[in-house]
Nanobody, 122 residues
Framework: QVQLAESGGGLVQAGASLRLSCAAS????????MGWFRQTPRKEREFVAAISWRGVTTSYSNSVKGRFTISRGDAKNTVYLQMNSLKPEDTAVYYC???????????????WGQGTQVTVSS
C-alpha cells in the first residue's frame, strides 16, 4: 500500500507563487510515476502535471504549461509542484497521485492523497 500526503497549499494573491509537496510512503512505493490533479466544486478533477519515476519525462496541461513545474526529490518519494504566476482560476483542491505510467488520465492512478487547498485571490 502507498500513502500520499500533500502540503503547501494556502491563500495567495494573483501573481504570487506557491510550492506544493507530496510525500509518499509505503513498502511498495517503487517505480511509480507521480501526478498532480486539481478539482473545484464546479468541475471534474482535471490533470495538472505528471513526472516519471526517474524524473526524465514530464507532462503538463496547457493551462499551466510555462507557469508550473513538477519535480521529484533525490529520494524519489517526494514530488513538488512549483506554481508561479498564479491566477484566480488556479483556485482548487490539489491532489497528488501515483501511477505506473505518466498519464493525464486520472483512471491510470492507483493511489491518491487527501488534497490541499490552493486559493488565489484577485
Amino acid at each position: 500500500q502507498v500513502q500520499l500526503a500533500e502540503s503547501g497549499g494556502g491563500l495567495v494573491q494573483a501573481g504570487a507563487s506557491l510550492r506544493l509537496s507530496c510525500a509518499a510512503s509505503g513498502r511498495t512505493f517503487n517505480n511509480y510515476a507521480m501526478g498532480w490533479f486539481r478539482q473545484t466544486p464546479r468541475k471534474e478533477r482535471e490533470f495538472v502535471a505528471a513526472i516519471s519515476w526517474r524524473g526524465v519525462t514530464t507532462s503538463y496541461s496547457n493551462s499551466v504549461k510555462g507557469r508550473f513545474t513538477i519535480s521529484r526529490g533525490d529520494a524519489k518519494n517526494t514530488v513538488y509542484l512549483q506554481m508561479n504566476s498564479l491566477k484566480p482560476e488556479d483556485t482548487a483542491v490539489y491532489y497528488c497521485a501515483a501511477a505506473r505510467i505518466v498519464s493525464s488520465d486520472n483512471s491510470a492512478y492507483d493511489f491518491w492523497g487527501q488534497g490541499t487547498q490552493v486559493t488565489v485571490s484577485s
